[in-house]
């Protein structure tokens, strides 16, 4: 057992559990592992619970991750609360199930696998590369925690890997399938293309009376009026509501010191390095690089060496891969190139290239920003019961416009609009603030609908009743004349492209090649650079007329229309995917990657299954703060 936690230690699954593990620590504490007191149970697993405090703590770092990804001003509303609570207590039942099995299978850290764990963690070593006490104390006191607390943590983590990596370890991709898909990515093509836009055509003749009026007939779907509505919509928003509310000055200092960090950004460098596998030809390269030789030579002499050089990025202390690194490029100037720096990886030299200083907004900077945050963090605490309130005004009689009067709610009344927020003259209106589903709403809705409040997705809610409806109506022929000749002319040249496009693709189907085709009938074709399936290459075609080529043997041919014209594509090469080792190995470890991602899934929910989860039948409104 103890060989084979060693041998984990090195394994990239209990790598990324322990690094876990410490993420949480610095950034939410540890909280979800203490709980104290008797409280509400909302989940058990076998013989082991889950607790509500530690669910909600769960569903609240689940949320805040949310709102650093999608912004500041994302509110979600009750549905997606409940989606992301939901989340959180099936991952704690796996972890719960995950505790099982490995206590059922007599899973055992020793001291030892524990202390090479903790010995091997990047965020604990010095500057020397090594294990450094000072900062392993330092974190301990940082995130209030005992070494001893840690350690039990640590070892029920490592424990947890041991199950979860048995079942990882068994996902290696067969070979076949790897050299299918590599073929199927790698192979690329040589593609004719000649582009034949609607703009290109020639003026069509001058139309008849009796042309038009047939075109009219034909298309009249493109003349007819759409269905207009008369509606009144009741409105209540978290911007309105944050109107309402003044926050203290004393609450925005102390919201601006919580927050600091998201005011202000570290300290960057531009860091190019050289890594070689001994000293003394590191030496000989930071010396080279110190007396001027530029970034291209040093390259060429690292390669030449057996070691590699580029550059790393522009990066924070923080980002870059090695604390000595760190250390390094952070203390000397621009342009000046730091002594060899020993690691794991051989001996690094780097360079710093540019800095960009740190900066910090203000509290004055960030006040009006700040206080409209609050203010609608508030309204979207308050929005719910100021909705119940509104809601039973309605149930009790209320029209809406006497709630919106009781209530401070604005209400937008239009005389005739349609589904895509348009008056009678197609003009946009101004919606001001109306949420996408409140239009949608009023075209679902039938007449004498009692008015009901709906949550929007923004989390705005709304109320709605149908004054009227004026059905969809052809328009008078003199009434829409320039329309129609307009739509009349485009279509003429459409056809006119399309047969160009036609008469290309029986050229070579007659045995002409496309190139060949095209300059005969006076255009222009232009040859692509060798692409693969994705098209990401400069010059490749578009992904449309991609697929169309890949599904085509070499010398035929295909026509698509785009959004401005025609376009018609010829296969002129098909290069198979050439012997790339190393992208072989790559994509070998993807597919077992992905592979072992669903079976650990797999055997996380079966581990559920047999555990027997039992969920509190309310777990989620109260995760989610939701009255069920």
């Known amino acids: 057992m103890l060989a084979a936690i060693r041998n984990s230690l090195n394994s990239w699954i209990v790598k990324a559990l322990f690094l876990l593990l410490i993420a949480s620590f610095a950034v939410w504490g540890i909280g979800d592992f203490v709980s104290g007191g008797r409280e509400r149970t909302v989940a058990r697993v076998g013989n082991a619970t889950v607790s509500l405090s530690e669910a909600t703590e769960a569903y609240q770092r689940e949320l805040a991750q949310l709102r650093r990804s999608l912004g500041g001003q994302f509110e979600p509303t009750a549905p997606i609360r409940q989606a992301i609570a939901d989340a959180a207590l099936r991952r704690l039942t796996a972890l719960r199930a995950l505790d099982l099995e490995a206590e059922r299978l007599g899973v055992v850290v020793p001291d030892e696998a524990l202390r090479e764990a903790v010995f091997a963690a990047e965020l604990f070593r010095g500057a020397d590369g090594r294990f450094s006490r000072a900062q392993f104390q330092a974190f301990l006191r940082n995130q209030g925690l005992t070494e001893q607390r840690f350690l039990e943590l640590l070892r029920g983590d490592l424990a947890r890997g041991q199950v979860v990596g048995s079942v990882r370890v068994g996902a290696l991709a067969p070979n076949t399938l790897v050299a299918a898909l590599f073929a199927h990515r790698n192979e690329r093509r040589v593609a004719d293309l000649v582009e034949l836009p609607f703009v290109a055509a020639p003026p069509p003749p001058e139309p008849t009376e009796e042309q038009l009026k047939r075109h009219y007939e034909n298309n009249s779907d493109l003349f007819t009026a759409p269905e207009y509505r008369a509606v009144t919509f009741l409105l209540l928003t978290l911007e309105d509501l944050a109107r309402e509310i003044e926050i203290p000055e004393a609450a925005l200092r102390a919201a601006y010191e919580e927050r600091r960090p998201e005011y202000s950004s570290p300290e960057r460098r531009v860091i190019a390095q050289a890594v070689l596998r001994d000293e003394a030809r590191a030496r000989a390269i930071a010396a080279a690089w110190a007396a001027g030789a530029p970034l291209a030579n040093i390259v060429a002499e690292a390669e030449a060496a057996g070691g590699s050089a580029g550059v790393l990025g522009r990066l924070s202390r923080e980002e870059v891969p090695l604390p000595a690194l760190a250390t390094a490029a952070f203390a000397i100037p621009v342009g000046r190139v730091s002594e ?289």
Do not use: C, K
């Open 340 to 628: 060899p720096i020993r690691s794991p990886f051989g001996w690094h030299v780097v360079r710093v290239e540019e800095i960009e200083p740190a900066t910090e907004r203000t509290f004055d900077e960030v006040r009006e920003e700040l206080s409209a945050q609050l203010a609608r963090e508030r309204a979207a605490d308050l929005i719910y019961t100021r909705a119940n309130r509104v809601e039973d005004s309605l149930a009790a009689g209320m029209t809406l416009e006497q709630a919106a009067a009781a209530h401070g709610l604005r209400l937008l009344s239009f005389p005739a609009i349609d589904s895509a927020g348009r008056g009678p003259e197609g003009e946009p209106l101004a919606l001001d603030g109306l949420p996408e589903e409140a239009l949608q709403g009023a075209f679902d809705a039938g007449p004498g609908a009692i008015p009901r409040l709906t949550e929007a997705r923004n989390g705005a809610f709304y109320a709605l009743r149908l004054d009227g409806v004026t059905p969809p109506a052809l328009r008078p022929f003199e009434a829409v004349a320039a329309e129609v000749r307009g739509s009349w002319e485009r279509e003429q040249r459409r056809r006119a492209m399309e047969e160009e496009a036609a008469a290309l693709l029986a050229a070579v189907r007659d045995g002409l090649a496309l190139d060949e085709a095209a300059r005969r009938r006076g255009w222009t074709p232009r040859r692509t650079p060798p692409f693969r399936r994705d098209g990401g290459e400069v010059g490749a075609p578009t992904p449309q007329m991609s697929q169309a080529l890949f599904a085509l043997a070499r010398g035929e041919a295909t026509m698509i229309e785009t959004a401005t014209g025609f376009s018609v594509g010829a296969v002129v090469a098909i290069e198979a995917a050439g012997d790339d080792r190393a992208g072989r190995e790559h994509l070998a470890r993807e597919v077992a990657g992905a592979m072992a991602d669903d079976l650990e899934a797999q055997f996380l929910e079966a581990l559920r299954t047999r555990a027997g989860v039992r969920i509190d039948a309310n777990a989620v409104h109260l995760i989610a703060g939701d009255t069920p």
